[in-house]
């Protein structure tokens, strides 16, 4: 069973920048499609941004369009989220999850039940 681990949270300013990574063990990451989200308290898990196998970068939330990114290394097993420009409404719990059965190299989806392996989740408190 693929393993994830987050990390990489933490307390930031407003217009600060925080880099999330997210380690993968137990199989082969190329395979997979990538996907982070987050919850805040008191709302749903959100889609945010996904990778696709093929490296297809597709992001889920208009809100972060322009300050977050993410990229994947394979051969280092891990997935990155970089987060700029950070605000208070960016405070929430971040998972990142892979999708083992994406309908295409291209894509990556934002529904939380098309993966099937999650992290345990980094908390990132956007305050001044």
């Known amino acids: 069973q693929l393993q994830l681990v987050e990390s990489g949270g933490g307390l930031v300013q407003p217009g600060g920048s925080l880099r999330l990574s997210c380690a993968a063990s137990?199989?082969?990451?190329?395979?997979?499609?990538i996907g982070w989200f987050r919850q805040a308290p008191g709302k749903e898990r959100e889609g945010v941004i996904c990778?696709?196998?093929?490296?297809?970068?597709?992001v889920k939330s208009d809100s972060v369009k322009g300050r977050f990114t993410i990229s994947r290394d394979n051969a280092k097993s891990t997935v990155y989220l970089q987060m700029n420009s950070l605000r208070a409404e960016d405070t929430a719990v971040y998972y990142c999850?892979?999708?083992?059965?994406?309908?295409?190299?291209?894509?990556?989806?934002?529904?939380?039940?098309?993966?099937?392996?999650w992290g345990q989740g980094t908390q990132v408190t956007v305050s001044s």
């Open positions: 137990g199989f082969p990451l190329d395979s997979y499609a």
């Open positions: 999850a892979a999708d083992a059965d994406p309908y295409f190299d291209y894509y990556c989806s934002e529904a939380t039940d098309k993966y099937s392996d």
């Open positions: 990778i696709s196998t093929s490296g297809n970068k597709l």
